[in-house]
């Protein structure tokens, strides 16, 4: 068991780039989330797959963002044109279906829009 | 909505004193509560966690007891030490298939 790990754990892009960053999940993980969190805050919501279905997804999700788990296994999260308000550290945790389903959380990827 | 509320930091110790972090939730069903801890530089990682009424969860000196009835999961600390020195967040999740919701973080900062 490895745990969850993220890439890149850091990102510096320009405003309207696109970025992507990836999460691979504990192996016998079947369920991975995505959470947001900004300086001086708590991890927000954003989506939530179980094996490859994305069952459910935040109002803070907007367009501009597309989560993937293509083979229930690792997770992708695209950003298009990015905006600085988009700056934030993303954090990934999966679980696995069942009584406790405790999650477990990456290191996070920083990322900076300048 | 669900929400989380825990007590303003930073919090400031020395070493060896007691550790009360208040954590009140309201909850649209019946919520199983947690405690995460984030270490500088790490991600979160559990601390522990309690999914009904009056259960008490514990780990590496920690603890917190579940009542509903004041719908709170205090975290508490006989004798803190440096290396307690993290952020500390307490959360819920109402099923054990969703989201789970955070409260904002305490930063606790234990001085030798």
């Known amino acids: 068991d490895t745990g969850v790990s993220q890439d890149p754990r850091h990102k510096i892009t320009k405003r309207g780039q696109n970025v992507t960053f990836r999460c691979d999940p504990i192996s016998e993980h079947n369920r991975l989330y995505w959470y947001r969190q900004t300086l001086g805050q708590g991890p927000e919501f954003l989506t939530y797959f179980q094996n490859e279905a994305q069952l459910e997804k935040s109002r803070l999700l907007s367009d501009r963002f597309s989560a993937e788990r293509p083979k229930g296994s690792f997770s992708t999260l695209e950003i298009q044109r990015t905006e600085q308000g988009d700056s934030a550290m993303y954090l990934c945790?999966?679980?696995?279906?069942?009584?406790?389903?405790?999650?477990?959380f990456g290191p996070g990827t920083r990322l900076t829009v300048l | 909505g669900d929400s989380v509320t825990q007590m303003e930091g930073p919090v400031t110790l020395s070493e060896e004193a007691f550790l009360t972090i208040n954590c009140t939730y309201t909850a649209t069903g019946y919520p199983s509560l947690f405690w995460y801890v984030q270490y500088p530089g790490e991600g979160l990682q559990l601390l522990l966690k309690a999914t009904k009424a009056d259960d008490k969860g514990s780990n590496k000196g920690f603890e917190a007891t579940y009542r509903k009835e004041t719908t709170s999961f205090h975290l508490e600390k006989g004798s803190v030490q440096v290396s307690d020195s993290a952020v500390y967040f307490c959360a819920l999740r109402i099923s054990n298939a969703g989201k789970s919701t955070f409260g904002d973080g305490t930063t606790l900062t234990v001085k030798p």
């Open positions: 945790a999966s679980s696995f279906e069942g009584f406790s389903d405790t999650q477990y």
